[in-house]
């Protein structure tokens, strides 16, 4: 099965670095988008990333999402409303998929931080405990899929592990993801966890027991992040 995985495109930021790494590829049987697709809440600007993957893949596999904070709570509706046709939105949801025979669950988050940024703290109301409920409710949903899916996947935006902020300065792990989540793998060994946010990291691939975790930040990475599993 060809995935294909990328976060941080902060559109306009990246797209022409986008557009060039698109050129190269071929239609993948899954694209999972990991957050951070526009820039500043920017919701209009979601249809052209899609417009982008079209326009070089053409249609007719499924493209999986979870938000980013760069896609700002206030905005969501309205990026729903405008691409619900196009892409699955997953915001702490669970959908299944049924891929070249196999049933691929997929569960999308945006995932949590150990500590709220200063924004955060004063914009959302119990940021912690929302954090903290969106790490057991990411549990509780790979729980409810197990025996469903053939295979499942974790799609967030934060991290879930130090291992792929490597290169980042490792005291800022706190605003780049959550113990809690990687808690949460350890215990459920998801298949894979596909993450972004990390700009900077070295390291992108890492594994949590039998789980693969795969930083596809843009920005990080450098390009499309392609993965050929379960053949
Ligand atoms: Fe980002
Ligand atoms: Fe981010």
Not at 171 to 182: C, D, N, P, T
Request: proline share 4%; aromatic share 8%.
């Amino acid at each position: 099965m060809k995935i294909l995985a990328v976060g941080d495109i902060h559109y306009p930021r990246y797209a022409q670095e986008f557009k060039e790494a698109l050129s190269t590829l071929e239609r993948p049987d899954l694209f999972l988008l990991a957050g951070d697709m526009i820039n500043r809440g920017a919701a209009e600007e979601f249809p052209n990333v899609l417009d982008i993957i079209e326009s070089y893949l053409g249609k007719g596999f499924p493209i999986v999402g979870c938000f980013g904070n760069e896609e700002y709570s206030e905005v969501r509706k309205k990026i729903l409303s405008l691409v619900r046709k196009r892409i699955d939105i997953l915001d702490e949801q669970s959908k299944i998929y049924k891929i070249n025979g196999l049933k691929i669950g997929i569960i999308g988050t945006q995932g949590s931080l150990d500590k709220p940024t200063n924004w955060q703290r004063e914009n959302i109301p119990n940021i912690k405990k929302a954090f903290e409920r969106r790490a057991d409710r990411a549990s509780n949903l790979l729980r409810k899929i197990r025996k469903k899916a053939d295979r499942r996947i974790l799609l967030m935006h934060y991290s879930p592990c130090l291992e792929t902020c490597e290169g980042k300065d490792l005291r800022s792990f706190a605003w780049l993801g959550s113990k809690k989540f990687y808690a949460v793998v350890a215990s459920e060994q998801p298949d894979l966890v596909i993450h972004g946010h990390v700009h900077n990291s070295d390291v992108h691939a890492a594994m949590i027991g039998s789980t693969k975790v795969r930083n596809v930040a843009f920005p990080a990475v450098g390009k499309i992040t392609e993965l050929d599993l379960w053949t």
